[in-house]
């Protein structure tokens, strides 16, 4: 069984239809990734999946259960976390306060506390700066402590929209070998992206978005080979 | 010597505003609207001392109690009703306009039930006044009543924000809606809380105005609103400690203008005062120059 499962929503912002009809599944374990250009949908599906955005038809399944009509504050507790497009960490507070922020949902203080130890051990650079405000910290630091405040959530899934916005190619690098390694900790992720070669290559499979809808479907490394792709996104 | 009784008097006038500016810059920090009803509450909250004690036979301090836990009432269901359904409308226009609205509102059900006329409030402040200096500098039982109030619910608050969870959650609303939901905070249920807290004071302030300056009428909350709100601004509007450095200088910039130059034009010189003040620095004393990283 998939463990998200978005069947045929369509999207619209006021009268325009931004998505036009889109399934498709992540099975657990997964790392799936979105590609498109700028415009297609990508942040829109994100936001339809955890509830920042409605569907006007359509349906999201997380773990078989239809969380459409779950307002977005619910979506987190049920495993489900979100780094936003653009970071969006809270510039007026610590890195430290960011992560606590991430356990809002949580009770149990102690666990907080060894959740946010795997957090700086994941990412030593945020416990150098845990006092710092986190609108004071690089742009590489922001996406860290945006990755780390989802972790806080100890998520099932975790829904990254576009890590690598931004940053220079070492830290690209950066960034994908933590998507990784989250993957390998038994995190699935779905990962929206404009940089297709780098998303392909940590992937397991891959759906292509224009405009809207999905024109191309399949596993990452046959999409990386597929000539289409190569002369659209890969830039060969 | 009446330079300090001026001075205090000012203190103590200005903490009322401070208090109830604090209605003001909570609601603006966390819903990014300008709730003109405000000083209506206020007006309400009074009333409802007043008759909770002449009406009701209450004891003052269980009259405070009655007339803070309606206000809060009243907070979140204007919150709910009047505000809600418009503080995703296209037009921040909208809520300015229902807020004053309300306002208008709430104007017109104090005068329905208790008439136009003037009521005498009997201050409910039984802490006797200070006589220092052999005499020459008394400081009344309101004036110490109304700073220690301020002083406790500017710390009880910063406190409050700084250590719970539903004071963090209010920072996270107030920087970013969107990604406070990621979180896993309810945004409706904190801008509920910050209206609670912010009509919740607005009865306090109700007490300790009437307190001071003992007549009440429909309008009574009017006037000290819309200062409460020049001296949010003032402080810098969306800051905590703006809404007390704010209310202090009003306060006192008020009680030296009506000792000094003009009773009558006290006003005129405090907003006079806050004209310069937005041009000097229009995000206010503490406030911040917004600048959106793109």
């Known amino acids: ?236 | 010597m009446s330079f300090i009784s001026y001075l205090i008097n000012g203190i103590s006038l200005g903490s009322v505003y401070a208090i109830i500016a604090l209605g003001y810059t909570m609601v603006y920090g966390i819903a990014k609207m300008l709730n003109f009803a405000h000083g209506d509450v206020i007006m309400i909250g009074a009333y409802v001392v007043m008759a909770s004690i002449t009406r009701a036979g209450l004891p003052p301090f269980a009259a405070i109690l009655v007339s803070i836990v309606f206000c809060t009432v009243l907070g979140v269901v204007i919150e709910t009703v009047a505000y809600r359904p418009l503080l995703n409308a296209a037009s921040s226009l909208a809520v300015l306009i229902t807020a004053i609205g309300v306002s208008y509102l709430l104007q017109n059900i104090a005068l329905l039930i208790f008439g136009a006329n003037t009521i005498s409030f009997a201050s409910v402040v039984s802490v006797p006044a200070l006589v220092l200096a052999g005499g020459a500098l008394t400081i009344t039982g309101e004036t110490i009543v109304t700073i220690i109030c301020c002083i406790v619910i500017m710390t009880a608050l910063m406190v409050f924000i700084k250590k719970s969870k539903a004071g963090q959650a209010m920072l996270a609303v107030s920087e970013d809606k969107g990604a406070a939901q990621l979180m896993g905070i309810n945004v409706n249920g904190t801008i509920a809380l910050t209206f609670a807290i912010g009509s919740a004071l607005a009865a306090v302030a109700g007490v300790l105005l009437c307190s001071a300056y003992p007549t009440l009428t429909p309008y009574t909350g009017a006037m000290p609103g819309i200062k409460a709100f020049v001296a949010a601004v003032f402080g810098g509007i969306g800051s905590i400690p703006g809404a007390l450095i704010g209310g202090i200088l009003l306060g006192v910039i008020e009680i030296f203008g009506k000792a000094y130059i003009s009773s009558q034009m006290a006003d005129a010189i405090v907003f006079g005062v806050l004209i310069v003040i937005l041009l000097v620095k229009p995000a206010g004393i503490l406030g911040k120059n917004i600048q959106e990283k793109v």
């Open chain 1, 1 to 236: 069984m998939a463990m998200l499962e978005i069947k045929d929503i369509e999207v619209y912002y006021g009268m325009i239809q931004a998505i036009k009809g889109i399934s498709f599944e992540v099975k657990e374990g997964e790392v799936i990734a979105l590609i498109g250009a700028n415009g297609a949908g990508k942040t829109t599906i994100l936001h339809t999946i955890t509830g920042l955005l409605s569907p006007k038809r359509g349906s999201v399944l997380f773990e078989g259960q239809d969380i459409t009509k779950i307002p977005a504050h619910k979506i987190v507790s049920l495993g489900m976390a979100h780094v936003p497009e653009g970071r969006r960490v809270f510039a007026d507070l610590t890195v430290y306060e960011n992560l606590k922020m991430g356990a809002y949902t949580r009770k149990d203080k102690a666990e907080i506390d060894e959740t946010i130890a795997m957090v700086y051990k994941r990412f030593p650079r945020l416990e150098e700066r845990k006092i710092q405000l986190a609108g004071t910290l690089s742009g590489g630091e922001q996406q860290m402590l945006a990755m780390g405040r989802a972790l806080m959530s100890h998520p099932k899934i975790i829904l990254m929209d576009e890590p690598s916005m931004g940053l220079s190619p070492i830290l690209v690098n950066q960034i994908f070998d933590i998507i990784e390694e989250v993957s390998k900790s038994g995190t699935t992720v779905l990962l929206v992206e404009q940089n297709a070669k780098k998303a392909l290559s940590i992937a397991d499979r891959a759906y292509v978005l224009e405009t809207g809808k999905i024109v191309l479907e399949g596993d990452a490394k046959a999409l990386m080979d597929d000539d289409s792709i190569k002369k659209a996104y890969l830039g060969e």
